[in-house]
Structures are given as structure tokens and as C-alpha cells.
């Protein structure tokens, strides 16, 4: 019978997978200068189990590179080792390679980089650091030339005959004899191998300060290398093999086959053995002879002898039920046992399901579509009496609260903890710290926070930029914080909160802080237009230009300052903002807020003109009537308005979008106050309509994408609406301002009361 | 009625191998995730052989394999180890908890029943 090894792959998979992620988890957090115990006994089952299953279903490569991983893992949770900053990052390395490999076996290939046997190599080396003392290796390294010979020690011999061809007792005993004149031999040769099965197995020890090459010279002449398995065995377990209750262990590798014998002497086969005179050992004597009895019938007479290996009868092999039938026992409910074990995996069925994504993304959108219906009939509804109309009223707020929870409910099949981002960062911290020879600790706060899967997944490169170049430029080296009176290892905190509709994202650290002369010099070597006494806040916005590094070393950490203005870019793609705060000597701190999802947000509504634009509700601060004397134009500034002693850009929809239509009176309108990347902003409107739920429906994906506007909506009377981006905005209104493409009406709007 | 067989592994895909080819063979498999577990199933039922790997966690092969030897029903019944360590002080370890023999991992699904009929036909 063969059985197909490759259905229980998926499984394999699955549990490597956790294995490995088990494995880095414990290795981050174990404590190099104080190792629990546990921890590296729970690294060492993760290895270990690894290693199992991938022998087990062929994976040979996952299997060396796990057998290396274990035997070092061996020593240190025997505390022959004590663990070192260098074996945790080469077991981290040794775990990338064994997910590369998992990686590989999962699309039917082999991941073959040299990388593979360096890392294997210098986990042996570690593995056998203190061997200069003449002590052997706590565990053999098999195969590969580290060790060639032992003193005190010797070599396990193993071979088949029949694959040698020396089945003859005569030729053996020779082979055993030169074997003999290197050292110490232990062993059996048996004296006829007519009875030996293909299976069968000698096993012989041989005690001395005996190379490989030795032994294996004198089985080169007989068989080829790989048909004689060689295995080192260390001083102390040579000394065990000479106890004395082992002494009648001369059968070992051959069963005795006389009758009884199977109770009292060990057997050992190729891959398995059983030990004499143990406990369950006369169900197996029982079973033998019942063996014997039916081969003795079955053949005539056969008269084993001692010494003979046993014939396990091919014919019983084949035929299981026969022999179950032969040996009525014990009575057990098989179905019984079956059925407690099955009801469990029902139950852990039943209680989720997978879902695409698509299918969830299509309930969000009918969601959608059903907000902008109630809009619909809300509008219908105000022309309608409400007392004469109250059961319409009250079924429009039912079906508002309704719609709500549903909306609520649907968007929560989409919501994940950020803990699946956040988890990545302990690896990213201590991998860039140690390769800038910096201490870092890593806090994480906040990872049961859930926001929208599409927003998790693309917000796991900004924080990877963010956190690595915190390390690369924040954190100092240890000898300058303890310059500073700093703890020697500064600290990195990833924070995670709701607040109000969004999502808040901290990345903090306690390092050098940004350097405002820095910044401000480099803004003029590379030509970048700054006020004459900017606040830190746009000195810090600096960072986010595309080109702007400040590291007088360009690092492979954090590169070439390529890299904010990205970070920025995919943030406010997500309809996020980003925000710096830093001061020298404490440490910068960056928060970004995005929205809890880009399906549905909430929105003022606001007109100028014929047109309905919606802000979302987060960005805006407030809103007021403006007087005429708050109006100013600056050169090289444009428009701005004076708002509680700042004067901030002023933006008029009228003008960014060139809609046209009758001049009005900017103190005629209303200032809508908007927090922006680059600090607040003023945004000029005719009139603020209503606060609104609204469906965000892609520009882009309709129609195409419009600089200033992150989307559209339908409003409650059907018509479109434009959800405007406050970022894009105001960039649009410097442009405008400062290049050559301003807008004509931009110059006759300005206040004529003005210079 | 078929033979049962406990096997303890806290791997889920060697219990899967193991269950499906001994299943697969006609006997009837029960499986446990660590050494608690395969004590308070064993208890539960009366197997006829009992499987465990070594190291697992909350409670490791070895105590597994004592803590069966003192149940009176466990007296007598094979137990086997699964082990990756092939090592004399493993099987001596082994032989003095009360196992009745070891089988090497990785092993594949013929040998594993070549192993179980040998030991309980």
C-alpha cells in the first residue's frame, strides 16, 4: 500500500508557517542576558517540530536547515551554551531561509541560494564554540566534516548487508575483524544471513580514536558510501553502552529469533526498536509466536535459531484484517473514540467562515447605495408636512438608524487589528538596530485597534519607513545618549487608538530630534522656498519634500530621502494625514490619522455657486463669517486671512476649480478652517449646506483623476458631488499663486481694500 | 473491531499522517495534541497502542509514558515514542519511563505500519 505523502502537505505548510512565526516571536523577545528557560524550550519544539514534518513529507532541504537549528537549540536549552546576540540573529537568518523554502515547496519549487548552507555553517560553528576543550558535541552533526574524529568517543556503524552484498556470515566477520584492529569493536555478526530480510540491519559500535576516513576506507572496498551510515557517538554515551544492564545488548540491529527471546532482548531495526523486558513487551512476544505458529503452518517446519533475524511474514503484512481477526483483546469503542474527536472539528468549522473580499467590498457598496437612497427620500420628505406625515418621518429615521447599524456591522467584516502591520516591527527594529550597532526597544500600544483591511495593508510600507528611519536618524548611538544622560537604549513606540471617526497611528521615538538649522540649510542649498521665520511645523513639513535627506550619510536603512515624501503621498492616498512634532534631544513624534475605511465618510456639505462640494468632516476645524479686514494679499503667498492672530493660505473653491458665475464678496461668504499636512488653511465657500453621510464612489475608476478632488458622491436629490482634498488643495492654490498658470480671476478677486 | 490507537504528537500534520495511514490500515486512531492531552484521552479509553513524540509541550513524551504506566489499564499496553534523536540516552531514558521502543522520525508511512504490526498485529 502507498499512501499519497503530498495530501498532508497543505497541513505542513500551515504549521511550518506558524512554527516559524512562533519561533521569531520568542526569539525577539528572549532576553540574551537572562534566558528563560521556557522560551528556549518553546524555540526548541518549534525547530524541532519543523524538522519532524519536514522529514516526515520529504522536505529534505527544511530538514537540514532545521536539524542545524536544533542542535544548537539543543545546547542552549541544556545550558551547555549560554545564548548570544549572534546566535539569535543567526537563527533569525536560518528562519528566513526555512521561509523561503516553506515559501518555495508552496509553489512546487526549491529555494537554492547560497545563502542556505552559510547560514548552516555558522550555526555549526556556533554550535560547537567550546568544542577546543576536547568535549565532544552534545548532539552529532552529521555528514558534515566539522568533527572527524573522537577521542573517547567513536563511531556508530550501520549498514545492511544485504545492500553490500556481503550476506555471507564469513565475509562479515572479516569486515568486522579490520574493523576491530582501529579500535574498539561492538557488535554482532551474525553466522548465516539466509533467513535475513532486505530490511535487516547491522549495527555495530566501534569505540577509539578512529577517523571517519579510516572507516569508511575499509567499507570503500566493499560498498559504496552512501550504503554505510556513520554517526558519531559522544564519550558519554559510549560509557552508557557499557552499563551493565545493557551488557546482553549484542543483539542489537538483529532480533533473536528463538521463542521468548523478543520479551527479553532488545530489538533493533532499521528506524524503529523495541526495548526488552518492557512493559508491553508480551503483547509483542504474544503476537511473534502466534506469528511463528501460523508460519510454521503455513511452511512446515522452520527452525529458528538464535541470533536469526526475524522473518516478519510478508503475507501477514498484506493481510491486517486477518491478524486483528486472530487476536480478539481488548474490547474498545472504536467508534467511540472517533466520535469524540470528530464533533470538535465540527464545531471549530462552524464557528467561521472565508469570504473574498469581493463579495464583502459588494455588501458595502449595496450599503452605499442604500444610504444615498434614504438621502433620496429624506430630500422628498422635507417638502412633506411633518405633523400631518409622521408615520413617513418616523419610518425615515428608523430606516437612517438601520441603514447605520447595517453599515456599521458590514464594515466590521472588513476591520482588522492592526496587529498584523504592528507584528512585523519587533524583526524590522532589531534587525536595523543591530546592523547600526544601535539599542533600540520597541513599544507597541494599541494592536487590538481594528481599521479597514485595504487601509492594513497599505499602511505597512509608510510605518516601515517611518519606524526604520526613527532608528537610522533618530535614536543616536548608545555612547551619545549616554553623552546626552540618556538611557543607552532609546525607545520606539508604535501606538495605535481610535479617535472620533478615525484612526490614529503614532510612531514616536526618544532620540536626537529633528535639527531645525539642518533643515532650514538644506532647504536653501536646494532651493526650497521658505518664509523668513517659518514655524517648526513647516520646518518639519520639509521632510516630506520629494529629494530632502539630512543624513550626512546616505544609509542602506533609510535611504536616500527618497522615501518621506512617499510615505506621505501613500497617506494621504489613504485619505490620511500625516503630522511631525519633534524637539531637539527628546525625540520626533509622527502621527498619522486616517479614516476608519474609504467606503463611507462623514461630510459637511458646502456650495459656491451652483456647485455642492463636500469636505470631510475630520479635516475641518471650524467655520466663521469673516470681515473684510481679515483679507490680505502677501507676495509670493497669495491670498490670506487672518484667523485668531495666524495668517493662513486662503483657498477659493471659485477660483481652484474656475467655476465661474457671479462675483461675490469674500466677507459675503463663510471660512471653512482645515488642518492640512501643511498646516491650516482657509477654504472660501458661499454657504455650508449640511452634515452628511456620504458613499465615496472612485473619480478615477469613472472618470479620471482630478487634481483637489479625492472623489465623488451622490447626494439625496441624485446630484454629484465632489469630495474635495484639502492637501491637494492647497498645493493646487500655492501653484497657482506662485507659478505662471494662476488663474486671471485670481487677481481681480483680490480685496481691492488690500495694499 | 479494530484495533485502536492513541497517537500523541503536538504536530498537526504528523497526527494527520500518522491517523490517515493507520486509519487507511483499518485500525482506529485517536489523536491528542500533547502529553496532557494523550493522558486525559487515554484515560478516557482503553487503547491498544499508544504513539507519542517527545517533545511537546505542557507535558513531554517521557511523563506521558510514566504517567500511563501507572494507570492500571496501561500497565501492559505497547507504547511507542516517535523521536528525532536516534541518541543511547534518549532510548535509555525511554526504556527506564516504560516505553516499549522508539521509531525515528521522520519515518514514512510504511514503516510505521510495518512498526504497528509487529507490535499489536
Known amino acids: ?755 | 473491531m479494530a484495533k485502536t490507537i492513541l497517537t500523541v504528537d503536538d504536530s498537526a500534520s504528523i497526527r494527520q499522517m500518522v491517523s490517515f495511514t493507520l486509519k487507511d490500515a483499518g485500525y482506529s486512531v485517536s489523536e491528542a495534541v500533547d502529553g496532557q492531552d494523550g493522558l486525559d484521552k487515554a484515560r478516557a479509553g482503553n487503547f491498544n497502542l499508544v504513539f507519542t513524540d517527545q517533545n511537546m509541550p505542557r507535558m513531554d513524551g517521557l511523563t506521558l509514558i510514566k504517567q500511563l504506566r501507572g494507570l492500571p489499564q496501561y500497565k501492559t499496553v505497547p507504547i511507542l515514542m516517535l523521536t528525532t534523536e536516534s541518541s543511547d540516552g534518549m532510548k535509555a531514558q525511554g526504556r527506564a519511563a516504560g516505553a516499549t521502543g522508539w521509531l525515528v522520525k521522520p519515518f514514512d508511512p510504511q514503516k510505521l505500519l510495518e512498526v504497528v504490526r509487529k507490535v499489536i498485529g
Open chain 1, 1 to 755: 500500500m502507498t499512501i499519497d505523502m503530498s495530501q498532508f502537505y497543505q497541513v505542513f505548510f500551515e504549521e511550518a508557517g506558524e512554527n516559524l512565526a512562533t519561533m521569531e516571536g520568542l526569539l525577539l523577545e528572549l532576553d540574551v542576558d537572562a534566558p528563560d528557560l521556557e522560551t528556549l524550550n518553546a524555540i526548541f519544539r518549534a525547530a524541532h517540530s519543523m524538522k519532524g514534518g519536514a522529514g516526515t513529507f520529504g522536505f529534505n532541504d527544511m530538514a537540514r536547515v532545521t536539524h542545524v537549528l536544533e542542535t544548537l537549540l539543543d545546547r542552549l536549552r541544556k545550558q551547555e551554551l549560554a545564548p548570544t546576540v549572534e546566535m539569535v540573529d543567526a537563527f533569525l537568518q536560518a528562519g528566513d531561509v526555512l521561509k523561503s523554502q516553506l515559501a518555495a515547496h508552496q509553489e512546487g519549487t526549491e529555494y537554492e541560494a547560497p545563502r542556505v548552507a552559510e547560514v548552516c555553517a555558522h550555526l555549526e560553528v556556533l554550535a560547537s564554540l567550546d568544542d577546543t576543550s576536547g568535549e565532544g558535541l552534545a548532539s552529532p552533526v552529521r555528514d558534515t566534516g566539522v568533527r572527524e574524529s573522537l577521542e573517547g568517543g567513536g563511531w556508530r556503524i550501520e549498514f545492511r548487508p544485504a545492500d553490500i552484498g556481503r550476506r555471507d556470515g564469513l565475509e562479515l566477520q572479516g569486515l568486522f575483524d579490520a574493523l576491530g584492529e582501529l579500535g574498539t569493536i561492538e557488535g554482532t555478526v551474525p553466522s548465516d544471513l539466509d533467513g535475513a530480510r532486505e530490511m535487516d540491519v547491522c549495527v555495530w559500535r566501534l569505540f577509539g580514536d578512529v577517523g571517519r576516513g579510516a572507516v569508511e576506507e575499509i567499507f570503500a572496498f566493499i560498498c559504496e558510501p552512501n550504503q554505510v551510515s556513520l554517526a558519531a557517538i559522544q564519550p558519554d554515551e559510549s560509557s552508557l553502552s557499557a552499563e551493565p544492564d545493557e551488557s546482553d545488548d549484542d543483539g542489537y540491529g538483529f532480533f533473536m529469533g528463538a521463542p521468548g527471546s523478543e520479551f527479553a532482548l532488545d530489538q533493533e531495526l532499521d528506524g524503529f526498536g523495541l526495548f526488552g523486558g518492557s512493559p508491553g513487551m508480551d503483547q509483542v512476544v504474544e503476537l511473534a509466536n502466534q506469528d511463528r505458529l501460523d508460519r510454521d503452518l503455513g511452511y512446515g517446519f522452520f527452525d529458528a535459531s538464535p541470533g536469526f533475524p526475524e522473518p516478519n511474514g510478508e503475507a501477514r503484512r498484506e493481510s491486517p484484517a486477518q491478524t486483528v481477526a486472530a487476536q480478539p483483546k481488548r474490547s474498545v469503542d472504536a467508534g467511540g473514540s472517533r466520535a469524540t474527536a470528530a464533533p470538535k472539528r465540527a464545531i471549530a468549522a462552524d464557528t467561521s467562515i472565508r469570504v473574498s473580499v469581493e463579495k464583502v467590498d459588494q455588501l458595502i457598496n449595496l450599503v452605499g447605495e442604500l444610504v444615498i437612497t434614504h438621502a433620496m427620500l429624506a430630500e422628498s420628505a422635507t417638502v412633506l408636512d411633518p405633523a400631518l406625515h409622521e408615520r413617513i418621518f418616523g419610518g425615515l429615521s428608523n430606516l437612517e438608524r438601520n441603514s447605520r447599524d447595517l453599515q456599521q456591522a458590514v464594515m466590521s467584516i472588513r476591520m482588522m487589528p492592526i496587529s498584523f502591520v504592528f507584528n512585523r516591527f519587533p524583526r524590522v527594529v532589531r534587525d536595523t538596530a543591530a546592523s547600526l550597532g544601535k539599542k533600540v526597544l520597541l513599544r507597541l500600544v494599541g494592536e487590538d485597534t481594528e481599521l479597514d483591511k485595504g487601509l492594513i495593508e497599505r499602511m505597512a510600507d509608510p510605518l516601515n519607513h517611518l519606524v526604520r528611519n526613527s532608528i537610522d536618524h533618530g535614536i543616536e548611538q548608545p555612547e551619545a545618549r549616554r553623552a546626552a544622560g540618556k538611557p543607552e537604549q532609546g525607545e520606539i513606540t508604535l501606538r495605535a487608538s481610535h479617535r472620533g471617526g478615525s484612526v490614529v497611528v503614532e510612531v514616536s521615538d526618544d532620540g536626537a530630534g529633528l535639527n531645525r538649522e539642518k533643515l532650514l540649510a538644506k532647504a536653501a542649498k536646494q532651493g526650497i522656498p521658505m518664509p523668513d521665520n517659518p514655524s517648526d511645523k513647516e520646518v518639519w513639513a520639509l521632510i516630506f519634500h520629494a529629494g530632502f535627506s539630512t543624513a550626512e550619510r546616505v544609509t542602506d536603512i533609510s535611504g536616500r530621502g527618497v522615501g518621506m515624501d512617499v510615505v506621505r503621498r501613500n497617506i494621504e492616498d489613504m485619505n490620511g494625514r500625516v503630522e511631525i512634532e519633534s524637539s531637539p534631544g527628546r525625540g520626533t513624534h509622527i502621527t498619522i490619522r486616517l479614516p476608519l475605511t474609504l467606503a463611507i465618510l462623514d461630510g459637511l456639505s458646502v456650495r459656491m455657486g451652483e456647485e455642492i462640494f463636500i469636505l470631510p468632516l475630520t479635516v475641518i476645524q471650524e467655520s466663521i463669517q469673516p470681515k473684510p479686514e481679515q483679507f490680505k494679499s502677501v507676495v509670493g503667498k497669495g491670498r490670506v486671512a487672518l484667523v485668531n492672530g495666524e495668517y493662513l493660505p486662503m483657498v477659493s473653491l471659485r477660483d481652484v476649480f474656475n467655476s465661474g458665475g457671479p462675483e461675490t464678496r469674500p466677507e459675503d461668504g463663510i471660512l471653512v478652517i482645515v488642518d492640512t499636512n501643511e498646516g491650516r488653511a482657509a477654504v472660501l465657500v458661499d454657504e455650508l449646506v449640511a452634515q452628511h453621510q456620504v458613499v465615496i464612489k472612485s473619480l478615477e475608476t469613472n472618470y479620471r483623476k482630478v487634481d483637489g478632488v479625492s472623489g465623488a458622491t451622490i447626494m439625496g436629490d441624485g446630484r454629484v458631488a465632489l469630495i474635495l482634498d484639502v492637501d491637494a488643495l492647497v498645493r493646487l492654490n500655492r501653484r497657482a499663486t506662485r507659478g505662471s498658470v494662476r488663474p486671471i480671476q485670481f487677481s481681480v478677486t483680490g480685496d481691492p481694500n488690500d495694499e
